[in-house]
């Protein structure tokens, strides 16, 4: 069975950090850019991060930009995103997502949507 | 960044009938457009990437539709299954993806 599985999330207080896991399994990890998608309660989704599938072009929204990080290590199937100067507006569920797209030979990316989600982490930064 | 916008925000609509879900870009993003649905306590699901090809597995009664800057999703034979909110995505002008603000399908 295709599986993301985040793990992580809790309970941080503002300027705290966290770091995120997202393990996947039931496909080639190593094949796929990962994205993270996160959500406030009773908000929309917001893109937060992608990684690509080598881990060699990684983006950021402004939102988080300087405060969060992206990694990835395919020899354990895995993606991480560390938080650090946590605030209270990243309180949200955190998913990670699979794109099936791929990069051609001039550089552009085709993405083809998010279509593996894990279940989502919920992240909760409060005093 | 490219704004995407949903309308309406909320749909009121009747099993068995046909809902119809617009999301307009503020600039075009040619057909680079995906559409997920999302219940409740759950993680969103692709039904429709490329403004028009189904995700593997979505029955046919959801179909999308347009290019540019117009953009539409038809679910047609509501089933109770579908009441949900739905998300448009541009994937065109990245980063950052962008997602429009929902449109909550809900029966009438």
């Known amino acids: 069975e295709v599986q993301l599985v985040e793990s992580g999330g809790g309970l941080v207080q503002p300027g705290g950090s966290l770091r995120l896991s997202c393990a996947a399994s039931?496909?080639?990890?190593?094949?796929?850019?990962i994205n993270w998608v996160r959500q406030a309660p009773g908000k929309g989704l917001e893109w937060v991060s992608d990684?690509?599938?080598?881990?060699?072009?990684?983006y950021y929204a402004d939102s988080v930009k300087g405060r969060f990080t992206s990694s990835r290590d395919n020899a354990k199937n895995s993606v991480f995103l560390q938080m650090t100067s946590l605030r209270a507006e990243d309180t949200a569920v955190y998913y990670c997502?699979?794109?099936?797209?791929?990069?051609?030979?001039?550089?552009?990316?085709?993405?083809?949507?998010?279509?593996?989600w894990g279940q989502g982490t919920t992240v909760t930064v409060s005093s | 960044e490219i704004v995407m916008t949903q309308s309406p925000v909320t749909l009121s609509v009747s099993p068995g009938e046909r809902a119809t879900l617009s999301c307009r870009a503020s600039?075009?993003?040619?057909?680079?457009l995906a559409w997920y649905q999302q219940k409740p306590g759950q993680a969103p699901r692709l039904l429709i990437y490329?403004?028009?090809a189904r995700a593997t597995g979505i029955p046919a009664r959801f179909s999308g539709s347009g290019s540019g800057t117009e953009f539409t999703l038809t679910i047609s034979n509501l089933q109770s299954e579908d009441f949900a909110v739905y998300y448009c995505?541009?994937?065109?002008?990245?980063?950052?993806?962008?997602f429009g603000q929902g449109t909550k399908l809900e029966i009438k």
């Open positions: 990684i690509s599938s080598r881990g060699l072009k990684i």
């Open positions: 995505q541009q994937y065109n002008n990245w980063p950052p993806v962008t």
């Open positions: 600039q075009s993003v040619s057909s680079n």
């Open positions: 490329g403004a028009s």
């Open positions: 997502a699979r794109d099936p797209g791929y990069y051609d030979s001039s550089g552009y990316y085709y993405s083809y949507g998010l279509d593996v």
């Open positions: 039931g496909f080639t990890f190593s094949d796929y850019k």
